[in-house]
């Protein structure tokens, strides 16, 4: 394993060419994201003398990121049905009322705005840098984070093909605040953001932006337990962001946790789903072999073994 120098001037090298191309960035107004936190990183991981092991674990993760992003486009693409009146009506259910109209006309105010605009800006950015903390502090972690990430990605992605949604924005025309931050800010950030990677418009259920913010906490409290309190609040305050925004239902926020939740239980009992697979195949095995005998099914008793043996085979 790979030594790193111990200087306490590690980082000055890796920020100074982070510093020059986020300049670059700005000047030609470019959105941050996963490649840009990837290139930072792997200057580094190349300072420090990590760079092959970071490149051979961490790669993946950054492709999972990329590639999710390209497939959630292509869907974009597909002809589909739009469920525009169920997201609302389980909001409607939930409160008796549409929650980011609630907070649109009574509690919107500047600071609230921008508050929510950063949050809800760091959804390529915190699931990456904090895939980066447990690379190089809880590696053990790191492979199960990067599991779980993955798992909850793909997932959502089969259900924005199956089951696209509408936002609030879409579905009951609430205002689309992100796009009225950029008129304060005087630069289209968001707009252009949109428009140039082409955001699959109804990806709202789960929300994912509320989905990453979750599995980084559980992470969080798996890897440093009570001291990973004040992590809360990133999650929280993102869920808010995402209702007041106008881009995401309540339901849909749920739908985040819950997906995430699950990807979570799923990366951190890997061996114990795939034991109870192989469980499940020798039951399913009995039961095939029985039912092959009640039909009348020529099967020799001096051949069951056999007959298991490759049926074994098939199912695990």
């Not at 907070?103 to 950063?118: K, S, T, V, W």
């Not at 009992?269 to 099914?297: H, P, W, Y």
């Not at 069951?304 to 695990?316: D, N, P, S, W």
Request: glycine share 4%; with cysteine; proline share 7%.
């Amino acid at each position: 394993m790979e030594k790193e120098p111990k200087s306490s001037y590690t980082f000055i090298p890796p920020a100074i060419f982070t510093s020059f191309l986020s300049a670059f960035y700005l000047m030609y107004k470019i959105f941050p994201g996963p490649e840009f936190i990837f290139l930072c990183l792997f200057v580094y991981a190349s300072y420090t003398k990590s760079d092959n092991r970071f490149l051979r674990t961490f790669t993946p993760f950054i492709l999972s990121f990329l590639s999710y992003e390209a497939l959630n486009r292509l869907i974009d693409c597909v002809p589909r049905y739009i469920h525009v009146q169920e997201p609302i009506a389980a909001d409607l259910q939930i409160f008796n009322a549409v929650p980011t109209v609630v907070l649109q006309q009574c509690f919107r105010m500047p600071i609230l705005d921008y508050i929510g605009a950063f949050f809800y800006s760091l959804h390529f950015i915190a699931p990456t840098i904090f895939a980066f903390i447990l690379w190089k502090y809880k590696p053990e972690n790191y492979q199960k984070y990067a599991l779980a990430f993955t798992t909850c990605t793909y997932t959502a992605l089969i259900t924005f093909l199956i089951y696209p949604a509408a936002p609030p924005w879409y579905g009951i025309g609430a205002t689309r605040i992100l796009f009225q931050v950029d008129g304060k800010l005087g630069v289209p950030m968001y707009r252009a953001l949109y428009d140039y990677i082409e955001i699959n418009p109804f990806a709202a259920f789960p929300s994912l932006h509320s989905a990453f913010p979750w599995l980084i906490a559980l992470f969080a409290f798996k890897t440093w337990k009570k001291k990973a309190l004040p992590v809360l609040v990133f999650p929280v305050m993102v869920w808010f962001s995402a209702i007041y925004l106008g881009e995401h239902y309540v339901i849909d926020v749920i739908g985040g946790i819950a997906y995430a939740t699950l990807a979570y239980i799923i990366a951190c009992n890997k061996g114990k789903i795939v034991r109870g697979k192989i469980t499940l195949g020798g039951n399913a095995i009995d039961s095939i072999m029985d039912s092959l005998g009640k039909v009348g099914l020529p099967v020799l008793q001096r051949n069951v073994q056999i007959y298991m043996l490759m049926v074994q085979r098939v199912l695990c």
